[in-house]
């Protein structure tokens, strides 16, 4: 039996799954290991109507199994292998959602993806290689976040990846829609096989997902008196009253230049001149509560197709990222980046390209 005394934990990239809730998309960090062509995981929460909130920072990560034998898993390299014989003891918060509407694959009905799932474990050596199963736990029900205590010992080899999915309970009778909420996962920290596996204290919460919260007997605060949206903050130094636009005037599909964001050449971290405009933003976001935006990154024509996606895609996020960091709920707000595919103006001339060269909010979303 190996030593886990002279053993060093294993640090996950993004363990808690952080980043701009979305649907269909791998949180950072980890890559999609889906089964055949579905669709990826989903950015919790806000999509599909979960709305639990995270049981640590800001987002988690939503895995679904459908009634068509296909389910979602997320991986990872790690960044030292798990060695065969030795065990490996590794925590992480498990919860399902109330709801979790989408299409069933069988007959493309909308139907809450609401049975319970469970999660397995998967050693490999490739980024989708389900190699070893090493951890699996009971179907998940509870609507409040419980921590698992799992035992990983590969038996089979040395493996670099690992792979985390939503699986149907066994022995599977009937194929189903379900999901599981997964979140917090902790270190893989060698352990002595002979020794029962350290348990993590588990969490609860059934708060919802609310920028503010009501214990018993205390009234729920008023919400904050809706702002006009404008397009650049108010500032002695901006001319903006040509770009004012009242709450009453956006509809779904409403789409408002950001005017005074910059970014320097060929990069996309957010300049502290950038900041007032963004700020206005944020601040309008938490006093509108039922607007949805997406964060649309735009370049002109001087890039590669690929590079322009790329640069325009880092360019929304930070945008995104800087939004909910300052305050910005983070249901209200995705982000997506189009490259050069949406000129506003010919790219004939340094003026044209500057015009084009933009971050644009669109509202997806907005209430009566």
């Known amino acids: 039996m190996a030593s886990a005394q002279r053993k060093i934990s294993i640090t996950l990239s993004n363990p808690s799954f952080e980043d701009i809730p979305q649907d269909g998309k791998a949180p950072v960090k980890w890559f999609d290991c889906k089964t055949r062509g579905e669709s990826p995981p989903d950015i919790q929460p806000g999509q599909h109507s979960v709305k639990i909130a995270p049981s640590h920072g800001s987002s988690y990560l939503g895995l679904v199994v459908r009634d068509n034998e296909t389910y979602e898993g997320v991986s990872q390299r790690l960044v030292s292998p798990l060695e065969q014989d030795q065990c490996y003891d590794i925590s992480v918060d498990v919860c399902r959602s109330p709801l979790y509407m989408s299409f069933s694959p069988s007959t493309s009905k909308e139907v809450n993806f609401v049975t319970p799932a469970k999660l397995r474990i998967w050693g490999g050596n ?74 993590v204290i588990a969490k609860k919460t059934e708060r919802p997902l609310s920028d503010k919260v009501a214990t018993k007997g205390t009234a729920v605060p008023k919400p904050e008196p809706v702002k006009p949206l404008t397009a650049a903050p108010p500032a002695p130094v901006m001319n903006t009253s040509n770009n004012k636009i009242d709450r009453k005037t956006l509809k779904k599909g409403s789409i408002v230049q950001l005017d005074y964001v910059y970014f320097d050449v060929n990069k996309y971290n957010i300049k502290s001149e950038t900041e007032p405009a963004l700020k206005w933003l944020a601040d309008f976001l938490r006093s509108n509560p039922d607007i949805v935006i997406e964060v649309g990154g735009h370049t002109n024509n001087n890039p590669s197709d690929e590079y322009a996606k790329e640069l325009s895609t880092d360019r929304a996020h930070s945008v995104a990222e800087w939004l909910i960091r300052h305050g910005s709920p983070a249901v209200q707000v995705q982000y997506k980046g189009y490259g050069k595919t949406l000129p506003l103006v010919p790219n004939t001339d340094s003026e044209g390209r500057k015009k084009n060269q933009r971050v644009e909010i669109t509202i997806l979303n907005i209430g009566n």
Request: charged fraction near 25%.
């Open 126 to 199: 490739g980024f989708s290689d389900r190699r070893e199963l090493l951890a699996e736990t009971p179907s998940v029900s509870s609507p409040v976040w419980e921590t698992k205590n799992l035992r990983l010992k590969p038996k089979k080899g040395n493996y670099h990846f690992i792979i985390f999915e939503a699986y149907y309970k066994t022995p599977v009778v009937n194929l189903y829609n379900g999901h599981i909420l997964l979140d917090n996962a902790s270190e893989i920290r060698p352990a002595a096989c002979d020794e029962q596996p350290i348990k």
